[in-house]
């Protein structure tokens, strides 16, 4: 998406979040969920970080969300800490037809925490909920107690079906703006 018009709207807060996660798990079909309401049945390895902006409504305050996407990177082991930096929000995704992907939140998490802000609000996703019934290798309580441990988020999602993929990013979204109001009391 382009910065264009949206850009230039009246917000009241700019922030950026950032998706992270092992290669195909679905970041970059969740993100064109969110901001385009689009799905790309095959995404292409791309470099160079992309990003796209939406625009949320909440309470009385319009939010402009600036969400990053490694665009492949991690392919490559090349993110860098200027890709967390100044983040106020993460979506740590997994796949939960590969549990090498559930196995790797670890040290993602890690990366987080090493990287960006010590206030972030991180959410963790279980993507492709759609295959739930054929080739599962991670269970929603296996998801859901790491979330716990970690002090996270949870939710499962299909980006594919567009299921829980507005719900994951305004969760993450609406947690910021908490975060935010109460500092600026
Ligand atoms: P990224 O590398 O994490 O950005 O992953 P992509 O968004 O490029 O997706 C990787 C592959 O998984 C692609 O072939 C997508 O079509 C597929 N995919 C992404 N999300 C879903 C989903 O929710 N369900 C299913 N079944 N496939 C998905």
Same mark, same amino acid.
Not at 95 to 101: F, G, N, V
């Given at each position: ?127 492709? +909920?759609? $295959?739930?019934?054929? *080739? &599962? =290798? ?7 107690? /790491? ?5 996270? +988020?949870? $939710?499962?999602?299909? *980006? &594919? =079906? ?7 990013? /305004? ?15």
């Amino acid at each position: 998406m382009s910065m264009g018009d949206s850009f230039d709207e009246e917000c009241d807060y700019l922030f950026k979040a950032v998706l992270v996660g092992d290669s195909a798990v679905g970041k970059s079909n969740l993100l064109s969920r969110f901001a385009r309401d689009q799905f790309q049945l095959d995404s292409k390895p791309t470099i160079g970080v992309e990003f796209a902006y939406r625009n949320i409504r909440v309470g009385d305050k319009l939010i402009k969300a600036q969400i990053w996407d490694t665009a492949g990177q991690e392919r490559f082991r090349a993110i860098t800490s200027s890709y967390y930096r100044g983040a106020l929000g993460a979506l740590l995704v997994y796949d939960i037809t590969r549990k090498t992907t559930f196995e790797n939140i670890r040290k993602w998490l890690h990366e987080l925490r090493e990287y960006g802000n010590s206030d972030m609000v991180i959410v963790l996703v279980g993507n492709k +909920s759609d $295959l739930s019934n054929t *080739a &599962r =290798e991670v269970n929603i309580e296996d998801g859901q107690s /790491l979330a716990q441990l970690e002090g996270l +988020s949870f $939710l499962e999602t299909s *980006a &594919r =079906e567009n299921l829980n993929v507005e719900e994951a990013f /305004l969760q993450m979204i609406n947690k910021i703006h908490e975060t935010i109001s109460q500092k600026s009391l």
